[in-house]
């Protein structure tokens, strides 16, 4: 990390379990909340052209009120 910027780095092999995905999710969610994933994460428009990977997320802040 230099400054508030971020870069992956490949530290471990290859892990396709659950376990290893929630490892990742837990390291992204240090750096960034559903605010900012939202603005930056690109949409999938068509349910076809999803791929592993792939998250549902409604970006917000905490203590924002959701709308129903």
Known sequence: MVGNAVAWRKTVPRDDSYQGFRRYLNKV??????????????????????QIGDVFIRGGLPGTPRSS
């Open 29 to 50: 969610f240090e750096y960034a909340g559903t605010a900012s994933l939202s603005a930056e994460l690109s949409p999938v428009r068509e349910v076809a052209q999803m």
